[in-house]
């Protein structure tokens, strides 16, 4: 079976002459371009003519010879392609039969006969006319060409199998072909292909290139119609086994009904309806529940959205909508668990059984006061309170402060960690719109606790991130704000939760990451470090019993000297907590451990030798370190606020050749940049007063250096600590060894409140120094310190820079300071018995 292809040439208008008719093929003739396909030697086809120009060549040439040049253009797209337009070669065809149709159209049967070459036009309008070479092709003899012209045939004839419509006599006359060029002709004309390749195949002059180029092409097309068909087929299977398992079913849930047995989704269905009833739901989301379920109950079980809606109900039934755990508001109780769990920490637990108490009497209030109250009240007697945030440093026990809440309320216990979040699905979920969406951990964490009043504590609520996929910070409010949490939705919930029942409980290492609108719906309670003797007296009574059962050993078999303990803590762990005195405690037992498994003889009880003989060298010499780095002048020790805990730093000032050149450096902040600054202009003020040369800032540069250069430090805190350095050394007096300070300096030498009080004097209490320079107006914050602390350290309060220079600054030497002039290391060296303001 043909196909008619519509050719269309160039421009119309202006006659031209026929060329005269022969037998032989005229060397000119006139040139018909054809769009999108390729005419070979030897095959007939149809064309049809629509445009005048090549109405007008066509009727020039059946009124003569008959004889007609086909070139195929290189740009289909054209209406009018020009000699640039056309590939080289082309087909001479003689003109069979024309008939023209009432459109105006012509159609011709035209049959090639040899193939040319152009060589050039000779004429333009009214239609192309040039001179041809014919270009006979080279037909070569023996087995590779039979072979190839065979395959060909073969491989034409699998692509008619694989596509049903083709017709089969084309097939059979094919077969019937053994000149080699006419099957190549053959196939290529019926064969569907690029242009470009039909043109090559034209253009090849060596019978077998044509045959193996047209293999080429054909292999290709196989392999294209074998891969449709393989697509087919998995479809249709597919829809056919679709198909054949819906019809199973029908005829299952036939044969049941007949047995009067209820089928698979049916049972599945009045199970979800019997739990949507007992589970208590409010109004809303029991008529969603019930909405979901009719749909359900319509669907096909093999339908996609079974699926979803199937586990969407299934989160709704098992939310504790209902269930409750009855509060144990025993006081008494209350204060015996806290105190059975945890050692210190006496502000902490008087604040949470205030909280407590204060729940309690509300409860009881609730039930006298009148139904007949203000919208207000009505609003707050139904919330749980205020929202605890405790913030300290790690290891002192936050979390399981959190537990214990639970424990002496009677409530179930449920957390979750928040350091890293960074998308508010975690806190909202995921739409259901999303393929495996789930509810978020706030609505996960209630269905696995069973409870709709427990005690939930957001740990790490300081460490939430924030990115292009939403801020959880601000999905934490409606989550954290009484006023709105009474009606909580998440988004694969898509109705309210109460969560106004949850007790709320968060944790953090530092306030300043957490965002201010979440920090003004928390009461704050800040949790600092454990003392050396309250670290000695929560291993005795919580971590060595613990560790000796995790361990396998008897409490006869291992007991830890109280020096022992002191050992560990001083030398072998520098913290807040005590999570790395347990992980210590651990690495002993467990090395004693192994000695008795190898039944090797172990003293039971363990002494500061036992400690060092099994946990090696000690790993830090605060002592010792303090005195070697403040041997010389120009050192002073500062007293500083991290979030895990306060620590001591060092400021060292030193001072070389140059003109009036200032440094700074150790990863300090802006502030604190400015803090040094002060300090420098401060001492250059008063350098008559310290007996400092007043030009001494023209003849040097100078160089503070807080180490510890990887860790960012910043804060005014350090100001008094800068001061002290530059004027120890600049008048060559060590700055005592066993005094710690902090506070802001201002230029006239005032002495400003700074923060973090109680951290900071922890930290040099675990240091081990003896006096401690405070600002007067932190005279307050002494309050809150533990009487161990305070009667271990001498505090002195101060207002004016020169106060703290006469007790941190040693009363020998002067002038500027030279190395040969430093202060050898003291060790034990006693605190001066000076009278000055103490806490």
């Known amino acids: 079976m043909t196909e008619q292809h519509k050719i269309e040439s160039s421009d119309d208008e202006q006659e031209g002459k026929n060329p005269s008719g022969g037998a032989q093929i005229p060397g000119n003739l006139p040139i018909l371009p054809l769009r999108g396909l390729v005419v070979y030697p030897q095959i007939a086809v149809p064309l049809t003519i629509g445009q005048p120009r090549s109405i007008r060549l066509v009727d020039d040439v059946v009124i003569g010879e008959k004889l007609i040049g086909l070139v195929t253009s290189r740009n289909p797209e054209l209406d009018n392609p020009g000699p640039e337009d056309l590939y080289s070669y082309g087909t001479v065809a003689v003109v069979h039969r024309m008939f023209r149709v009432p459109d105006g159209t012509i159609r011709l049967l035209v049959q090639g006969i040899h193939r040319f070459i152009l060589k050039d036009f000779t004429q333009i309008e009214p239609y192309l006319r040039a001179n041809i070479e014919l270009a006979p092709e080279t037909v070569e003899e023996g087995l590779e060409i039979e072979a190839l012209a065979r395959n060909a045939r073969d491989q034409f004839k699998r692509i008619a199998e694989l596509i049903p419509s083709f017709p089969r006599e084309l097939v059979a006359s094919i077969e019937a072909i053994e000149d080699p060029l006419l099957t190549v002709y053959t196939v290529a004309n019926f064969q569907r292909m690029d242009l470009e390749d039909a043109e090559a195949i034209l253009e090849l002059d060596s019978v077998t290139e044509k045959l193996k180029k047209l293999t080429t092409i054909l292999t290709r097309e196989i392999e294209v119609l074998e891969l449709g068909q393989k697509i087919q087929n998995e479809a249709r299977s597919e829809i056919e086994k679709v198909q054949r398992e819906y019809f199973l079913r029908e005829q299952m849930k036939a044969i049941q009904r007949e047995l009067g047995e209820m089928d698979e989704q049916a049972a599945e269905v009045e199970e979800f309806r019997q739990k949507i009833e007992a589970a208590g739901m409010p109004e809303e989301a029991y008529k969603q529940a019930r909405r979901e379920l009719d749909r359900l109950s319509r669907l096909p079980t093999a339908a996609a959205e079974y699926g979803v809606i199937r586990t969407y109900l299934d989160w709704l039934v098992s939310l504790p909508w209902s269930k409750l755990t009855q509060d144990n508001l025993d006081i008494p109780h209350a204060r015996e668990v806290l105190e059975a769990d945890h050692y210190g920490l006496e502000d902490v637990k008087e604040r949470i059984l205030e909280f407590l108490a204060v729940r309690k009497l509300r409860l009881e209030r609730q039930k006298e006061t009148p139904e007949e109250t203000q919208p207000t009240d009505l609003i707050r007697k139904q919330r749980e309170g205020v929202i605890l945030c405790f913030v300290g440093p790690p290891g002192v026990g936050k979390t399981s402060l959190g537990q214990s809440i639970a424990r002496a309320l009677g409530r179930k216990f449920v957390r979750i960690s928040l350091g890293g979040v960074r998308d508010e699905a975690e806190i909202r979920g ?33 460490k939430l991130g924030a990115d292009f996929r939403g801020d959880p910070a601000s999905a934490l409010l409606e989550v954290l704000d009484p006023e709105q949490n009474s009606d909580f939705r998440d988004n694969y919930i898509e109705v309210g939760f109460d969560l106004s029942q949850v007790m709320f409980i968060t944790t953090a290492n530092q306030l300043e990451t957490i965002p201010p609108p979440l920090l003004d719906r928390m009461e704050i309670i800040s949790i600092s470090g454990y003392t050396e003797g309250e670290k000695v007296e929560i291993a005795k009574q919580y971590l060595v019993p613990r560790q000796l059962k995790e361990n396998g050993l008897k409490p006869e078999e291992a007991q830890f000297t109280a020096e022992a303990l002191r ?23 467990r090395k004693i451990a192994t000695r008795i498994t190898e039944q090797k003889h172990v003293e039971p009880e363990i002494t500061p030798e036992t400690v060092r003989e099994l946990l090696g060298q000690p790993r830090y010499h605060t002592n010792d370190e303090i005195n070697i780095r403040t041997s010389q002048p120009g050192v002073a020790i500062g007293l500083a606020w991290t979030p895990v805990g306060g620590d001591i730093l060092f400021v060292e000032a030193t001072r070389m050749p140059g003109a009036k050149g200032f440094t700074v450096t150790g990863s300090i902040g802006n502030v604190m940049q400015e803090s040094a600054r002060a300090a420098l202009s401060l001492v250059r003020a008063r350098a008559e007063k310290y007996n400092i040369p007043a030009d001494f800032f023209d003849k040097s540069d100078l160089h503070i250096h807080v180490p510890a250069g990887a860790q960012p430090k910043d804060g005014p805190s350090a100001g008094v600590t800068i001061t002290t350095a530059l004027v120890s050394l600049l008048t060559n007096r060590p700055v005592k060894s066993d005094v710690g300070m902090t506070g802001e300096i201002t230029l006239r030498g005032q002495i400003l409140p700074v923060g973090g009080i109680k951290e900071k004097v922890l930290a040099a209490h675990r240091a081990g120094l003896k006096t401690v320079i405070l600002p007067k107006l932190n005279q307050s914050d002494l309050d809150e310190l533990p009487e161990e602390v305070k009667k271990s350290i001498r505090f002195v309060l101060v207002d004016q820079i020169d106060e703290v220079l006469e007790v941190a600054v040693e009363a020998v030497g002067q002038g500027l300071a030279t190395p040969s002039q430093a202060r050898k290391p003291r060790k034990g060296k006693k605190t001066d018995d000076e009278n000055h303001a103490g806490g």
């Open 567 to 589: 050992t560990i803590i001083r030398t072998y762990t520098r913290e807040a907590g005590v999570r790395n005195l347990e992980r210590e405690i651990g690495s002993v037992l």
């Open 430 to 462: 995921h739409r259901r719109t999303y393929i495996g969406a789930m509810p978020g951990r706030i609505i996960q964490a209630l269905r696995r606790v069973e409870s709709r009043n427990p005690v939930f504590m957001l740990d790490e609520i300081d």
